[in-house]
Each structure stands twice: as structure tokens, then as C-alpha cells.
């Protein structure tokens, strides 16, 4: 029992994690306004891009930045200094993708309220059953 | 990463995105959610992601909360949950 409250306490990110993207996947199917679902859309992608940033983390590592590369020379670079920067790189462009798709859905959004003067998903589905 | 820095802000993290889709009024969502990118910033640039961290912070936290609070202005503030 010490031992499993020990893992559960040694990793406590990765369950805060979880329980950020649950939140997310909550507000994506619970909520009935439109932008409401997008804000959950955007907590689930950041709660995915902050686990793939936290399992490039290394203790005792610094910034993934090689000094004196064209100077001296003569010391070796080892890897377990550095921070490993791939999951930076991946996780830099989901970023930029996600604020795109933000963008395009709120884009939508304003074109659905201009045209049925609402943004809740029952009065929407409301006025497409009357037509 | 100093640990309690990390424990904090994730906490202020997970209140933010509670607030964020418990509240009842949509400017009110888009600040939050403002909030809730730049402390998500914070996390990143703790964990010595520096280049992730200010991409989060111009683009996440700045353009997003412009493109809300524009698309906002634009349909209305109410909300029923």
C-alpha cells in the first residue's frame, strides 16, 4: 500500500495531467454552448502537448544549448547534460496547429451565429428540425 | 524542475480550466482561459522547454485571447451553463 501511494506521489504530473485532459474531454461533451466545447477542445490538446514536454525532462540537465561549439573544442558533449529538445520541436508545431484550428472553429462559430442567431447546441438543433 | 514551483502553478493550472468552463458568462471564459495559457507558459519555461514556453506565450496567450475576445464582440456574451 506505502508503495503504491509512494508511485502515485512520486508521479503526480502525470495524474494531474490526466486530470486536466478529463476535464477537457468533459467540457467537449457536456456543455452546450459552441465556444465552451472549443475552450475544452484547447485544455485537452495543451494537457496532451504538456505530458510530451514533461517526458523530455532530465534531472541535472540544463537548457538543450551547446556552448563553444566552433571554439576550443576538446570537451565532449554528452547527451544526459542536456535536456532532450524533440519533444520541444513536436510539440512547438502542435502548438501552432492548435491555435489554427482555434482560430478556423471560432471563424465557424460567428458564421453559425450569424445565420441562426444562436450558440447553444439545443436551440441550434431546435431551428434545424423546424426547417 | 524545483518541485513545489511545478505542484503550484499546475494547481493554479487545473483551477483555471475549471473557472474557465464552470462560468457563466463567455468574457469571462476568455480571460480565464488567458490565464490558464500563460500559467501553462510558466509550466513550460520550468521545465526548461524556453522555446515552447514563448511560442505559448505570443501565440497562445496572446493571439488566441485576441481571436476570442474579437469572435465574442462578434456573437454574444451569453451562455446557459
Redesign the interface.
Same mark, same amino acid.
Given at each position: 500500500m506505502t508503495d503504491l501511494l509512494a508511485l502515485i506521489v512520486a508521479k503526480?504530473?502525470y495524474w494531474?495531467y490526466v486530470?486536466?485532459m478529463m476535464?477537457?474531454l468533459?467540457?467537449m461533451i457536456a456543455?452546450?454552448?459552441l465556444? &465552451?466545447k472549443l475552450?475544452?477542445m484547447?485544455?485537452f490538446q495543451?494537457a496532451i =502537448? $504538456?505530458f510530451y514536454?514533461?517526458i523530455?525532462?532530465k &534531472?541535472n540537465?540544463?537548457?538543450p544549448i551547446i556552448e563553444n561549439v566552433h571554439g576550443t573544442g576538446g570537451g565532449h558533449i554528452y547527451a544526459i547534460d542536456y535536456?532532450n529538445p524533440l519533444?520541444?520541436?513536436l #510539440?512547438?508545431t502542435a =502548438?501552432?496547429v492548435?491555435?489554427a484550428t482555434?482560430?478556423v472553429a471560432?471563424?465557424l462559430?460567428?458564421r453559425v451565429?450569424q445565420r441562426y442567431k444562436?450558440?447553444?447546441e439545443d436551440e441550434l438543433r431546435m431551428r434545424l428540425s423546424e426547417k | #524542475?524545483y518541485w513545489p514551483i511545478?505542484?503550484i502553478v499546475?494547481?493554479f493550472? =487545473?483551477f483555471c480550466?475549471?473557472a474557465?468552463?464552470v462560468v457563466k458568462d $463567455?468574457l469571462a471564459?476568455a480571460i480565464l482561459?488567458g490565464a490558464?495559457?500563460f500559467m501553462?507558459c510558466l509550466?513550460?519555461a520550468v521545465?526548461?522547454?524556453?522555446?515552447?514556453a514563448f511560442?505559448?506565450a505570443s501565440?497562445?496567450a496572446g493571439?488566441?485571447t485576441v481571436?476570442?475576445v474579437?469572435?465574442?464582440f462578434?456573437?454574444?456574451r451569453r451562455? &446557459?451553463?
Open positions: 503526480y504530473n494531474l486530470i486536466l476535464i477537457g468533459y467540457a456543455k452546450n454552448n465556444i &465552451k475552450v475544452g484547447n485544455i495543451t =502537448i $504538456l514536454i514533461s523530455g525532462y &534531472k540537465a540544463t537548457l535536456i519533444p520541444h520541436v #510539440m512547438l =502548438i501552432v492548435s491555435v482555434f482560430g471560432m471563424a462559430a460567428v451565429y444562436t450558440l447553444e | #524542475m511545478d505542484l499546475l494547481t493550472v =487545473i480550466a475549471i474557465a468552463i $463567455l471564459t482561459f490558464y495559457s501553462m509550466l513550460w521545465m526548461g522547454a524556453v522555446d515552447v511560442t505559448e501565440v497562445g493571439v488566441s481571436f476570442f474579437a469572435a465574442i462578434r456573437t454574444s451562455t &446557459k451553463d
